[in-house]
């Protein structure tokens, strides 16, 4: 469809996405006929990662770097943009995620190149850490627990950090929650697979192919599937 990474569908119908160079790129979509219906314009630029909430308010980090001290930004749909905590600026790396009541944000922090789960209160309410070591965390519907990629596999973890996350025989990468809560989907050795949160949790392969496939993400919905892929070269 694009040249660019970290597709998200948006309610307004508009693919959003970042290219190479760390642009923020949104193009109509028709979500019917799986095409773009439009010309694609360009958001912001200097963004490394981008989460959108469900009342359509965008989540991102603002640097176009990949090291050093970087902070949280509300972005609103007329395109202003506001500090999430002025004073509270870490070395981010990864996606942020939004609960679904907006009022936290998941994010990993990579102090000395050890990637941690912490969650941030919203606006400018403090930070804690949720796990010692993990990446892409993503909120369940009951806007209490994480789920997330730790070193033993997929692992769940209370968000306030009150217990140890409990991890399971899943292995994988860059993962997405359905909105129900019901359905996982994780990117493992360059294909897209998926797995029930509950009962019959056996993986089930959506896209396999000698390309490597990568950052899946559902749409609200649940009836789609964007996802990063190298098919193309790029």
């Known amino acids: 469809l694009v040249r ?27 979500a019917d006929r799986l095409e773009l219906a439009g010309d694609a314009i360009v958001l912001e630029a200097g963004v490394s990662n981008v989460s959108l909430s469900r ?7 603002a640097s176009g ?23 509270w600026r870490a070395a981010l790396s990864g996606v942020p ?13 990579a102090p000395d190149d050890v990637q941690q789960v912490w969650v941030k209160q919203m606006d400018r309410g403090p930070a804690s850490r949720a796990a010692d070591a993990g990446q892409d965390p993503v909120w369940l519907p009951d806007g209490n627990t994480l789920l997330f990629l730790s070193p033993d596999g997929l692992a769940r973890v209370p968000a306030d950090g009150s217990r140890l996350p409990v991890a399971s025989r899943v292995r994988g990468r860059f993962v997405d929650l359905s909105r129900d ?3 996982i989907v994780v990117s493992r050795e360059g294909d897209i697979a998926a797995m029930r949160t509950e009962g019959d949790t056996a993986l089930r392969v959506l896209v396999e192919d000698p390309a490597s496939q990568i950052l899946p993400a559902l749409s609200p919905d649940g009836r789609w599937m964007a996802y990063a892929s190298d098919e193309t070269g790029v």
């Open 55 to 61: 009342n359509g308010v965008l989540l991102y980090i």
């Open 65 to 87: 770097t990949l090291t050093g001290l970087r902070e949280l930004v509300w972005v609103a749909s007329s395109g202003a943009i506001t500090p999430v905590d002025p004073a």
């Open 181 to 183: 809560g019901k359905w």
């Open 97 to 109: 995620r939004l609960s679904p009541d907006a009022s936290q944000v998941a994010v990993v922090v």
């Open 4 to 30: 660019g990474v970290a597709g998200i569908y948006a309610a307004s119908g508009h693919l959003l996405y970042l290219t190479r160079d760390a642009t923020l790129m949104a193009v109509p979509f028709d």
